[in-house]
């Protein structure tokens, strides 16, 4: 996904070695198909040519407030772009730009941008570490500007160690990952999804299972990865081929060995969503071998014991700042037995999934949903694409999850 084509970025170049690698930056930019226009220090220029930097942006490069008899428009720059990237910025810059200094177009355009701030450092070692330019950082920081930490190598002066301006290539992932709204959202969350039927065994070839594909919890997994969060998927028998970077899938046959799984994996998730259709019993005996019919046998009875609880079991578990998350099925009084499980197993909401469409449910590839929150209130929503429905419970999870803070 090139979340890049279109995007309006300014480059701010100041005065640091690490212009030269501006060139290459503004060449990666330009491919992705963004509009770059590029504003040069007075010091950035005696490092690299704005000739280049005209040529390769396609655009005019804005030395000072004016160029010839022109004014450049420091306000518009500001609001014209979707990113400001001040890449490399130098500790000089950094100082202005922390206290609010005006003295050349780049800080005039800073102090009137109104779209996000990317601060690519680029320094000598000790500059880097001096407190002065850390509190800098620490306070640009805290004015929501992001900072592309510098990389650690050999330095122009010959020492080695942090504060070379990272690589341009490793810039514009930082940019692509950030404009990946959807992605950004949940990025640095684990999200731990219980899936597909579980089997019971009753001999070496017979189970109690059910219907139930996974296709619920493998749309969950992949909008979470969209998100930019992490997915452990607990999967039981499914034909379902899951492979996608980002989703850790541990496959398992039994409730029991689901429990253990979600168990061992729930203390390092932040959000767990109980999507699997779990069998509620299991044979008490399992037969080593096939069982055989036996001549004149008309009826057969298998004991069945209640399997553990795993959602209730997490509930059990979880602490304030995790989310849990149910599904339901009912086909009476559906969101009042939805209330009541949402109570006993511990759950933050439970989506209540309806019986009464003929796309929904077991199989489909298409689902119809109510949320229950815990205080009673309820948002319905249409028949969609199962991807779609994860997309919704995906939104009502942040929710509450601001909600908790
Ligand atoms: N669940 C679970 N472990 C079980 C049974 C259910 O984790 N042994 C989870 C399901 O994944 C779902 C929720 O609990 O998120 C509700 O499941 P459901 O089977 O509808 O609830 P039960 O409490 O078993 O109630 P009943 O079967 O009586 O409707």
């Known amino acids: 996904m090139n979340t890049l084509a279109g995007k309006k970025i300014i480059l701010g170049i100041t005065g640091s070695i690490a212009a030269y690698k501006a060139a290459f930056f503004v060449r990666l930019l330009i491919k992705k198909g963004a509009d770059v226009k590029v504003i040069m220090t007075q010091s950035a220029t005696t490092f690299i040519s704005p000739l280049t930097l005209s040529t390769l942006s396609k655009n005019p490069v804005i030395t000072g407030i004016a160029d ?64 002065s330019t850390q509190a800098n950082i620490q306070k640009l920081i805290s004015f929501n500007n992001l900072l592309i930490e510098p990389e650690s190598g050999e330095l122009a002066s010959g020492l080695i160690g942090k504060g070379r301006m990272a690589e341009p290539e490793n810039i514009l992932t930082f940019l692509s990952n950030f404009f990946r709204k959807e992605h950004l959202s949940l990025a640095g969350k684990t999200v731990l999804i219980t899936a597909g039927p579980t089997y019971e065994p009753i001999d070496p070839v017979r189970f109690i ?10 749309a969950l997994a992949a909008k979470v990865v969209a998100r930019g969060g992490q997915v452990k998927l607990i999967l039981g028998p499914s034909k379902l081929n899951i492979a996608q970077p980002g989703i850790e899938v541990i496959r398992i046959t039994t409730a029991l060995e689901m429990l253990d799984a979600a168990k061992k994996h729930f203390a390092q998730a932040d959000i767990a969503i109980m999507a699997a259709a779990v069998a509620d019993f299991r044979p008490k005996n399992v037969a080593t071998e096939k069982i055989k019919k036996k001549a004149n046998q008309d009826e057969m009875n298998i004991e069945l014991v209640k399997n553990p609880d795993i959602a209730a079991t997490l509930g059990n578990m979880k602490t304030n700042k995790q989310i849990l998350i149910g599904f339901a099925l009912e ?30 449910g077991f199989n489909h590839d298409t689902n119809r949903i109510t949320l229950v929150f815990k205080d009673n209130k309820t948002q319905e929503f249409q028949l969609k694409s199962k991807l779609d429905v994860a997309d919704d419970i995906l939104d009502a999870i942040e929710q509450v999850t601001k909600e908790k803070k």
Request: glycine share 8%.
């Open 209 to 218: 299972g059910n219907h139930s594909s996974g296709k619920m919890g493998k």
């Open 331 to 360: 086909t009476e009084q559906p969101v009042a037995n939805a209330t009541r499980k949402l109570n006993k197993k511990g759950f933050d909401f439970i989506v209540l999934n309806s019986l009464k469409d003929k796309g929904a």
């Open 68 to 131: 010839g008899d022109e004014w450049s428009n420091h306000v518009e720059l500001g609001l014209w772009a979707d990113a400001l990237i001040i890449a490399p910025a130098t500790a000089n810059t950094l100082a202005k730009m922390a206290n609010g200094i005006c003295d050349n177009i780049l800080n005039a355009v800073y102090l009137s941008a109104r779209c996000p701030v990317f601060i690519a450092p680029g320094m000598d070692l000790d500059m880097w570490t001096h407190p």
